[in-house]
């Protein structure tokens, strides 16, 4: 009874103009906010910014060092080659080799040195901040009921992540644990976030291990997890594969994970996806054979109330909880994110000859996955009817088509009337101050009456859409089972002759957008 309504309900909710509405989920530029931009203008304004330039760079080649060390020590037999030699020669090679193995439990950190953790403020930070705001309003938007108290940021490094929490959550967030190894990133996180109000309580840890010895066990986890740009300073795949499942230990509800959208980085992303979808299906199956081999009602019945808090599913950007279709072809699942350079972007980074523009694209791969089950929704075009564009044309009313000139343009006595007084136009000093203080609080809280479910019938476009005539082709990623388990990646084409709404709406959408099916 109940899944018969359902597609009844999803055509009372849904119509042609609200699904443009659901499925947006890409920003346009992002501006970096005020509070953020004059936070690193003061940080910056206390450092050595002697041969900046140069500090760029060498953090730019030092990522990619670090990139191409990553990949050929996934193989290798021992780490012991990492291990810096405090009685070494200190030459300009062993300067830039940054990295620091620790010796419990594997985890391994990143260290930054005093100059490079400026440069990383000064160059990198708004377009990581960019990136995690875009990742954290879509789970906003597709979990409303979704509001975090308390937070883990692993590898915060200058704390960007927590900036964009802050914007997207600005009230729910009561408690922050950061953990970072690198004491220069931590003092710098410390300093950007000076002088602000309405902070929630944060603590610093070195690791995951001092953070588990600091706080009770029923306080470990948490309501959100995020990593940012962390995973893939790691360079041994086990090292990575043990970071992410005392991640998701740690994780309460929701567990975000976002690397540079590089093959490198969609590589990571997805082994750290199918590794905790496959862990958490693992764990289902056992606790189903026992909830068969309870004997007593009331056990299983505690068995069920279990059951359902096990199992996990992603909220996005994947629309199934299966295998990637990308995973062994030559294309890599990543989307990219406009911001407007801040100030000191633009004095600093160096452009090769060419003017640098006044925004960057940052590209980054993510995904977000929640505890649970994913739950069954109507897909969004159920019991929708669209109609082709010969019978809208034979629908029309020949009265619309007839133009009233004399609506078009106004009357003498339209113009002569003042539309105001002259003096609500005069500007005052406050209010200025007012806009400022207005802008500066954060993102206006939107009002959302119609969302994306996390039902299976929203696929994913990965890559702009091609606009060719009156033909849209669109690489949508989507389920093709109405109980997400399973995807496929395909080529949809919308034409405006059979399907003039939907046509209207692919003309409309971007790179990262969700399309309905």
């Known amino acids: 009874m109940a899944a018969a309504l359902l597609p009844e309900t999803a055509s009372r909710l849904l119509t042609p103009e609200t699904l443009r509405t659901a499925a947006k989920q890409s920003q346009g530029i992002h501006r970096v906010p005020i509070s953020l931009r004059r ?4 940080y910056l304004r206390d450092q050595d910014k002697t041969h900046m330039h140069r500090k760029v760079l060498l953090l730019s080649s030092s990522f990619e060092r670090a990139k191409g060390t990553g990949t050929e020590l996934a193989a290798a037999a021992t780490r012991s080659a990492l291990l810096d030699d405090p009685h070494a020669p200190a030459s300009a090679e062993q300067r830039t080799a940054r990295w620091k193995v620790q010796s419990s439990y594997g985890d391994i950190g990143l260290r930054y040195r005093e100059d490079e953790t400026v440069a990383y403020v000064a160059s990198r930070m708004p377009a990581i901040y960019a990136a995690c705001h875009r990742v954290l309003r879509e789970v906003r ?3 409303p009921d979704f509001a975090p108290k308390n937070v883990l940021d692993f590898g ?3 704390s960007s992540a927590l900036w964009a929490m802050r914007a997207v959550w600005p009230k729910s967030i009561e408690r922050v644990n950061l953990i970072e190894p690198s004491k220069e990133m931590q003092r710098a996180g410390q300093t950007l976030l000076d002088n602000l109000k309405g902070l929630p309580l944060i603590h610093s840890y070195d690791s995951i291990q001092e953070l588990n010895r600091s706080i009770e066990k029923h306080e470990r986890r948490h309501d959100l997890v995020i990593s940012s740009y962390a995973l893939g300073e790691i360079p041994s795949l086990n090292d990575r594969i043990t970071i992410a499942r005392q991640l998701w230990d740690l994780t309460k509800d929701v567990l975000v994970l976002l690397e540079p959208g590089t093959p490198q980085g969609s590589k990571i992303i997805s082994q750290m996806r199918s590794y905790i979808l496959w862990m958490e299906k693992r764990k289902c199956r056992k606790s189903e054979k026992s909830t068969g081999a309870a004997p007593s009602k009331m056990k299983s019945i505690v068995a069920q109330e279990d059951l359902l808090k096990d199992g996990a599913f992603v909220v ?33 980074k160096r452009s090769k000859g060419v003017p640098l523009r006044g925004f960057e694209d940052e590209k980054f791969c993510y995904v977000a996955l929640r505890r649970g089950k ?16 010969k019978e809208r ?3 029309r009313n020949p009265e619309d088509l007839i133009i009233d000139y004399d609506d078009q343009f106004p009357s003498e006595e339209d113009e002569e009337a003042p539309d105001c007084d002259e003096d609500s136009l005069v500007p005052y000093a406050s209010d200025t101050q007012e806009l400022s203080l207005f802008h500066e609080s954060g993102e206006e809280e939107e009002e959302e009456p119609i969302r994306a479910d996390l039902g299976g ?15 849209v082709q669109m690489d949508v990623c989507r389920a093709t089972k109405r109980d997400a388990s399973e995807g496929a990646f395909e080529r949809v084409v919308v034409t405006q002759s059979k399907n003039p709404a939907l046509h209207l709406q ?12």
Not at 321 to 327: A, R
Not at 332 to 343: A, M, N, P
Not at 507 to 516: E, N
């Open 39 to 42: 936070a690193i203008k003061r």
């Open 141 to 143: 938007r597709r979990s």
């Open 156 to 158: 915060a490094g200058p």
């Open 316 to 348: 996005a950007p994947c629309p199934h909880d299966g295998q990637c279709p990308l995973e062994n072809s030559d294309k890599y699942c990543h989307f990219v994110q406009r911001l407007e350079r801040t100030s000191s972007q633009r004095i600093y």
């Open 374 to 389: 994913r739950p069954e929704e109507a897909w969004p075009l159920d019991g929708m009817k669209f109609d082709t564009l």
């Open 393 to 395: 044309h034979a629908k």
């Open 457 to 471: 019938g929203w696929g994913r476009i990965i890559y702009s859409p091609i606009r060719r005539g009156r033909q």
């Open 506 to 517: 692919a003309r409309k959408s971007l790179w990262g957008d969700l399309w309905p099916f």
